[in-house]
């Protein structure tokens, strides 16, 4: 606890899918639900465990300012397209992320935990929505796009109401390319699925695409759900030879994580051409057996290879990705008695080891890989870590954020090492945080480094300072100290400067279980202002604001505390009541 703890004051993988290459996802598709019966395929049980990763848009730059949710929690990217769950409440077989921003398509993953309380990895592109076609709803009509068609019958089309909508409707339309280098980034969850005898089985994709439809003035609207949309669309160039004359239809389950089958496609041509009855994230798939399969990646020093991708190609040349955790480990599923190749690509997306392993007929453990790393390729953190009177530090750790994400490496005989795999030649910003946890006193420095090898001594100097946050809400007064909860302060830049004041609470504490609170505030200069947002949740139900009023009566730099009040009224879900909340906050500035 003390490591997460005091990281906080200062500043996974995802599941080895086994996907054929790479795919789209839809704005809040409808509910639904597996077709089938029986006892559900894959555990439901909780983890506590940490999630980081990135978000990039279709350029692979940075994205800022993406809603991110995962479990109960929710953040915001930073500059860097970065953000981090320190401790949230996953399904330890499914665990979902999914990432939101206004002109996309919705980024979801799935992956599994691969250990209780370690951190996991994700990178996930958006897709832009982009206008197909639009079409009068009342009499129906044909859109194309660009490698397929969409037929709507009459008065097809529902508004929010469920009323059939009259005017023009628009159709958005992603196809999701196999063949793409960025396919395993862009697809939603990780190509695990349900089929219609509720087996969990592994996809090989021949084509995926992401539908939504808007009324005239940007409403949501979705088909009626009796009549069939019928699609054409082109199977990929290199996927046609091999594609099967029928193939399942299957669509994506955002709740779950998994995609569900549901009607299937026959081939025509170059193309699928099939019926769909709503829309969401679609999949044009073969089903295959798999076999669960973790191994752990190291560099030739030995250091764990965290947050590194992961490729394994069958013998047909279709590959299936996946991200190591903070440990270098990767746990996922691969296929069946067959041999696959394993390879470690860096993040310019170059393969710098393969080796050939398998087959497998049963769960497996490929045990430890060493990769020898390009010097070029990698930024090596080493160098000691001493008291204020210049002892070494025996117990504890040195967290390092290299822009925006998250490492961290224990300190050994006063000594640290690390390895963190580069792809830009250009300098990243590298803040380094020793953490002496016998005599609870850290430092923060930071650094612009390129790749290469750096030896950076460290002092652990700084007496660690409790962090607050007091909560009085229907007659219960609720404080949240750290190190023994979780407080934390965050900040990122978009359009402007935006702070969250993040509490986890380590057990219940009000007879209603409080467990989070999260402020969202537009930056932190002295002086009244109103929160962006605010909740509080608790386990029968969540408070809810968007206009708190704060009043911030202290501030600083890195390193100092920001302190302050708020007050005002909070809503009720469910229940819909209304209730006063008022508090204060102290949290070190980072």
């Known amino acids: 606890m003390t490591r997460r703890f005091l990281w906080l004051l200062t500043c996974c993988i995802v599941l080895l899918s086994a996907c054929d290459k790479r795919m789209v996802t839809a704005d809040n598709p409808p509910e639904t639900n597996n077709p089938t019966t029986g006892a559900p395929p894959i555990s439901d049980k909780k983890v506590q465990a940490g999630v980081q990763g990135i978000v990039t848009d279709a350029n692979n730059d940075p994205l800022a300012g993406a809603r991110v949710v995962c479990g109960d929690q929710n953040t915001i990217t930073d500059q860097y397209g970065a953000f981090r769950f320190q401790e949230v409440n996953m399904t330890e077989a499914a665990a979902v992320v999914t990432v939101q921003k206004a002109g996309y398509f919705n980024g979801i993953r799935t992956f599994r935990v691969t250990a209780p309380g370690r951190d996991q990895f994700v990178q996930v592109q958006l897709l832009p929505k982009t206008t197909a076609g639009t079409f009068d709803a009342t009499a129906g009509g044909v859109v194309a796009a660009s490698n397929a068609q969409f037929i709507f019958v009459p008065n097809q089309v529902l508004d929010a109401a469920n009323k059939p909508y009259k005017g023009q409707a628009t159709l958005s339309y992603a196809f999701i ?158 296929p069946a008695n067959e041999q ?63 822009n925006g994400v998250h490492y961290e490496t224990a300190i050994q005989n006063g000594n640290y090492a690390t390895s963190i795999l580069r792809c830009a030649t250009g300098a990243a910003t590298v803040v380094l945080n020793p953490i002496d946890e016998t005599a609870d006193k850290m430092s923060t420095s930071t650094f612009q480094l390129a790749p290469g090898n750096y030896t950076r001594d460290l002092q652990a100097c700084d007496v660690i300072q409790v962090s607050t946050i007091s909560l009085l809400l229907e007659g219960q007064t609720t404080t949240f100290t750290s190190p023994a909860d979780s407080v934390l302060f965050t900040s990122y830049r978009s359009d402007t400067s935006t702070v969250s004041i993040y509490s986890l609470s380590a057990a219940q504490k009000t ?50 505390y920001l302190e302050g009040t708020f007050s005002g009224n909070v809503q009720k879900i469910p229940g819909n009541t209304t209730a006063p909340v008022s508090g204060s906050f102290k949290v070190r500035i980072e």
Not at 225 to 236: A, D, H
């Open 177 to 334: 390319n196999p063949e793409s280098n960025d396919f395993a980034d862009i697809m939603p969850g990780d190509l695990r699925a349900v089929n219609d005898k509720n087996e969990l089985v592994a996809l090989q994709s021949f084509g995926m695409m992401a539908l939504e439809l808007q009324g005239a003035t940007g409403e949501k609207l979705h088909p009626d759900g009796t009549n069939s949309v019928t699609f054409r669309m082109v199977i990929p160039a290199t996927l046609r030879k091999t594609a099967p004359a029928v193939i399942p239809l299957w669509h994506f389950n955002e709740s779950t994580g998994l995609w569900e089958q549901e009607g299937s496609a026959e081939k025509m041509g170059d193309s699928y051409v099939g019926t769909v009855k709503h829309f969401s994230f679609w999949n044009c798939d073969a089903q295959f057996p798999m076999v669960n399969f973790k191994a752990v990646f190291k560099d030739d020093k030995n250091n764990p290879l965290a947050y590194t991708a992961i490729q394994l190609t069958r013998n047909n040349n279709s590959s299936s990705y996946g991200y190591t955790d903070e440990a270098g480990e990767v746990s996922g599923l691969v």
């Open 511 to 560: 007879p209603g279980g409080l467990i989070r609170i999260n402020i969202q505030l537009s930056g932190i200069q002295t002086g009244p202002s109103v929160s962006r947002y605010f909740t509080v949740a608790m386990n029968d139900g969540t408070y809810f604001s968007e206009s708190l009023n704060i009043t911030i009566t202290r501030t600083g730099i890195a390193g100092e």
């Open 340 to 402: 696959v190749t394993i390879s470690v690509k860096d993040q310019c997306g170059k393969i710098i080891f393969s080796k050939n392993a398998g087959p497998w007929s049963t769960d497996a453990n490929a045990g430890t890989f060493n990769v020898s790393i390009d010097p070029d390729a990698r930024l090596a953190l080493s160098g000691k870590v001493t008291t204020c009177d210049g002892a070494a530090v025996t117990k504890g750790l040195v967290n390092i954020q290299v």
